[in-house]
């Protein structure tokens, strides 16, 4: 049995895998690098080590030394959380070697789904519908000219290596078609040290839809529904709900089964996340698989009941899963929104610092997965994603003025965040109504774009009336009301805030 689990990772996910580890009696050791020497997770752990410098490749992803804490301190197991080594299968097995269990699937599953062509393969093979495209690498640009105008555009090029929308570029004009594959393989060379790109069909009002499985060791398979994910920016995530608005029962049922069967294919174990692409018609079809934990996975936990954590850790106990595919539902709704230390207002750039206050929403139906505190400085080394903010309530639109609610209630000085941005995400129509896809943000920026800010023009001219309207106030002459008194004037209370003061 597992009594102590070392945490692979950093910041507000490795704090919940330790949550978890708390309540099972399970001790938990944390790594950090020399910049999150002070961070929470390193606070709230039994024990804690340095594994390197602040640069995630000279710390959380040098297996060596996460490897020589794990011996050190006697881990029987290693939960990497996601990113970092969490869908890394050499990391996989080179723990299985060193007698270490890897709290997350066998490097076969890891390899297979993790490589996008070899995954499309795997699904066409299974009876699991993909989107059309190519089953193998593009082999140089006169081969990608060729198989997109087969195809016929608009068409995605995507890296067959990686994920969180890096080495994507959208096809839409045949003449785009070099520059864009070119773009894609330097991209995905750069993010993933593979350069190998395939063409998709590219949907059109594409919605993204993913399904949470888990899997024991023993051959059972269940899914836990599904999560609506396409509020997306750059092609990652912003908010996420369940169920999805755009959901039939039907539907649902049927795309429950092909997740089970896509783990099945690849011999699953553990928590894993099938993801589609759907369209308005509700055609579905595969698009890759998450063999780790999802950074969305609470709203599932909310609304199924199930602590995925937990469930990772009994199916690396080698238990069988408790769970019965017909004894699941879901109840109510759950929305989350990832807060990030970014300026909305400058194209989102990073906005690392220290924080100066922080108060964090409370209140039924609410859950706050983070890692800052006051005085805590966030490193400018890593995503700079600081936390997660969840709500739950019994129907949807209530769970929307709760989200707004606590985003409210959610205040953060001494640094720039998007909690202003998902505010506004929340009162669009088109978001309200439920209705909208991928392209939710680019089709509504009349609602999430920046409030223009006043003109050096218009700050002079209100200056200029504040003080003309004190000197009507000396004379007590109102213009053309005789002695009349006036109503303060909305002129000079922009000018003060600009700093007019009186005479």
């Avoid at 997350?104 to 993909?130: E, F, H, L, Q, W």
Wanted: aromatic share 8%; hydrophobic share 35%.
């Amino acid at each position: 049995m597992i009594e102590k689990i070392l945490v692979a990772n950093r910041g507000e996910i490795a704090v919940r895998v330790m949550r978890s580890c708390r309540e099972m009696g399970i001790k938990s050791v944390a790594v950090y690098s020399e910049a999150d020497r002070t961070s929470m997770h390193v606070r709230y752990a039994d024990e804690a080590y340095c594994i390197g410098p602040a640069p995630s490749a000279e710390s959380y992803l040098v297996s060596d030394n996460i490897i020589e804490v794990a011996k050190k301190t006697g881990a029987d197991a290693i939960h990497p959380g996601y990113g970092f080594l969490s869908e890394n299968a050499d990391f996989s097995d080179r723990c299985e070697k060193e007698g270490i269990i890897f709290i997350g699937p066998s490097s076969y599953a890891i390899n297979t789904m993790g490589d996008k062509i070899t995954a499309r393969k795997t699904m066409t093979a299974a009876g699991v519908p993909v989107v059309p495209g190519t089953s193998e690498p593009i082999k140089d640009l006169e081969d990608a000219v060729s198989e997109i105008k087969k195809i016929g555009v608009p068409v995605m090029v995507k890296a067959s290596a990686g994920g969180g929308g890096k080495g994507m570029r959208l096809v839409e004009r045949e003449e785009d078609i070099i520059s864009s594959v070119k773009a894609a393989k330097s991209e995905a060379m750069a993010s993933f040290g593979d350069d190998a790109v395939y063409i998709e069909k590219y949907i059109n009002s594409p919605h993204h839809i993913e399904f949470q499985i888990l899997a024991d060791n023993h051959g059972n398979c269940i899914h836990l529904f599904e999560r609506e994910c396409s509020v997306q920016r750059r092609h990652q995530k912003v908010v996420e709900e369940t169920p999805s608005p755009i959901m039939t029962e039907k539907v649902r049922a049927e795309m429950g089964e092909y997740a089970v069967a896509a783990a099945k294919a690849v011999n699953y174990s553990g928590a894993g996340t099938i993801e589609f692409i759907v369209d308005d018609d509700l055609n579905y079809y595969f698009l890759e698989m998450n063999t780790r934990l999802q950074v969305e996975h609470p709203i599932t936990e909310r609304v199924v009941g199930i602590d995925l954590v937990k469930e990772q850790i009994n199916i690396s106990n080698n238990k069988t899963l408790t769970y019965k595919q017909s004894e699941l539902t879901q109840k109510g709704h759950a929305i989350e929104v990832r807060i990030y230390a970014e300026d909305p207002d400058n194209n989102f750039m990073p906005n690392p610092g220290t924080i100066k206050h922080i108060t964090e929403p409370l209140g039924l139906g609410v859950r706050h997965d983070g890692y800052v505190y006051q005085g805590y400085t966030i490193p400018i080394h890593y995503d700079p994603m600081i936390s997660k903010l969840i709500v739950w309530a019994p129907e949807r639109a209530e769970a929307i003025e709760r989200m707004k609610r606590a985003l409210y209630a959610y205040k953060i000085t001494g640094i720039k965040t998007s909690i202003p941005f998902l505010n506004k995400i929340m009162d669009v129509p088109a978001f309200r109504e439920g209705k909208y896809n991928t392209h939710f943000i680019q089709d509504n920026q009349q609602y999430l774009e920046p409030q223009k800010k006043s003109t050096q023009k218009l700050k002079d001219i209100a200056a200029i009336t504040a003080f003309l309207d004190y000197l009507t106030e000396q004379s007590e002459i109102k213009p053309g009301n005789g002695d009349a008194k006036s109503e303060p004037s909305k002129w000079k209370s922009c000018g003060r805030k600009r700093g007019v003061s009186r005479l």
